[in-house]
């Protein structure tokens, strides 16, 4: 089983400001990485697929990067509506695994 | 509009069974593979299964193997979990969703409790 490892569990940011996170896998998964946003009492969205590819309805401040087993999502702008959980998850192999997740709270 | 509702959740008693269900709408229920994924309260996601189009392909994460059975029946546009031996740490909301690599479309999800 690959074990996707983020960091950090939070991360305090104010509004406007740039926000990075990110993802280590525990072995190879190319750029079959995806990140999904959560916010409290809501299903998870999908956010980025194929490691950099922006889902359908997200603005163009969320933006993924990496390959192999490292990985980052950076928001440029923090937006209110932007403070979440975001998960990223890797569909390489089988079992599907995700990391336990990153809150991006307000600072 | 994609839609998927699940149903079925509820209190049960540790050994006990349950079946989910989803509703889906909205797309070709028959162009893709279905999962189930579960989130228990306050902690993380994790992939439960997933079924091709034709049930020719099931998979199940370890922990859920021989307990859990994911189905679906294309003729109404539904999909299954049979939970069988139910264990307090199978408490959890339980999505619903499209797809078997990166799940595009997420239902709200039905909340199965194991308590005695």
């Known amino acids: 089983e690959i074990v996707m490892t983020q960091s950090p569990a939070t991360l305090s940011v104010s509004p406007g400001e740039r926000a990075t996170l990110s993802c280590r896998a525990s072995q190879s998964v190319g750029t079959s990485l995806a990140w999904y946003q959560q916010k409290p009492g809501q299903a998870p969205r999908l956010l980025i697929h194929?490691?950099?590819t922006r889902a359908t309805g997200f603005p163009a401040r969320f933006s993924g990067g990496g390959s192999g087993t490292e990985f980052t999502l950076t928001i440029s702008s923090l937006q209110s509506e932007d403070f979440a959980v975001y998960y990223c998850?890797?569909?390489?192999?089988?079992?599907?695994?995700f990391g336990q997740g990153t809150k991006v709270e307000v600072k | 509009e994609v839609q998927l509702v699940e149903s079925g959740g509820g209190l049960v008693q540790p050994g006990e069974s349950l079946r989910l269900s989803c509703a889906a709408s909205?797309?070709?229920?028959?162009?893709?593979?279905m999962s189930w994924v579960r989130q228990a309260p306050g902690k993380g996601l994790e992939w439960v299964a997933n079924?091709?189009?034709?049930?020719?392909?099931?998979n199940y994460v370890d922990s859920m193997k021989g307990r859990f059975t994911i189905s679906r029946d294309n003729a109404k546009n539904s999909l299954y979990l049979q939970m069988n031996s139910l264990r307090v740490e199978d408490t959890a909301i339980y999505y619903c969703?499209?797809?078997?690599?990166?799940?595009?479309?997420w239902g709200q999800g039905t909340l199965v409790s194991v308590s005695s």
């Open positions: 969703v499209r797809g078997g690599w990166c799940p595009d479309y």
């Open positions: 194929g490691a950099s």
């Open positions: 909205g797309f070709t229920f028959t162009d893709y593979w």
């Open positions: 079924i091709k189009q034709d049930e020719s392909e099931k």
């Open positions: 998850q890797q569909y390489s192999i089988w079992p599907r695994t």
